[in-house]
């Protein structure tokens, strides 16, 4: 019964500790979303104000949400090795944006003296991360290993279908297929003949027939001419 016990109250801790992990991963995530959103906003300055947050808005959740999504892909989907080795490669290059993007907000409000690399991530290295989402995000859809069984039974169906087409091209070829070809084309030459043949001898008991249907007509009066009234 003790044994039972300290299953649940195991299974129950466990429980909180993954709760208590989301929390703080949501927290850390929300000030990461902050500090993106104001370096971002710098980029899309050349807009009105209401498409600069809107385009800003789009680049947080583009890349919070790719953190998000690897975090749930990894613990719930991802099974096959080079998923979780994509999916743990793409969450170690957000945390090191994120860990980016807060300290070099926080240095701006502060006003301190920002290092090379944060001045070049600002002018170009915080765009760059919407690419390498796109990378991770393409290579993880590529290495589905459902995908990959489905690429696999179309290129069997497709190389069956093709050795059956060329089977039967072969055997277009073959000495049983020209026999039968010769063979067909004996049986349309008889029956081509026989239809010739046949419609030359009913034309002739016709032309017979119409010879003999002609009337004749006799003169019964001693070869006297009669006259009509």
């Known amino acids: 019964m ?47 104000f209401f498409v600069q947050g809107i385009l800003s808005l789009f680049a947080v959740l583009v890349v919070e949400g790719a953190f998000i999504w690897l975090v749930y892909g990894f613990t719930r989907a ?22 980016t993007n807060i300290v070099t907000h926080f240095m701006m409000v502060k006003h301190l003296q920002l290092a090379p690399f944060q001045e070049t991530w600002l002018s170009c290295g915080a765009v760059s991360v919407f690419i390498g989402v796109l990378v ?38 073959s000495e049983h297929v020209q026999l039968a070809m010769i ?14 043949v046949g419609g030359d001898n009913q034309l002739a008991p016709r032309g017979k027939a119409r010879l003999i249907q002609q009337p004749q007509y006799g003169n019964f009066d001693g070869g006297k001419p009669r006259r009509r009234r």
């Open 2 to 48: 003790s044994s039972v016990q300290d299953a649940f109250k195991h299974n129950r801790a466990r429980q909180n500790v993954i709760v208590g992990g989301g929390l703080i991963l949501v927290c850390i995530t929300l000030l990461s979303c902050v500090s993106s959103f104001m370096i971002y906003r710098e980029g899309f300055s050349d807009t009105p």
């Open 78 to 99: 991802f099974s096959s090795f080079l998923e979780r080795i994509i999916c743990l490669t793409g969450m170690l290059f957000i945390v090191c944006v994120m860990f």
């Open 136 to 173: 991770i995000v393409l290579a993880i859809t590529l290495a589905d290993p459902v995908s990959r069984l489905i690429r696999l039974e179309l290129l069997y169906q497709g190389r069956q279908q093709e050795t059956i087409i060329q089977a039967k091209t072969d055997g277009l070829e």
């Open 183 to 196: 063979e067909r084309a004996e049986i349309e030459a008889r029956q081509l003949a026989d239809k010739i």
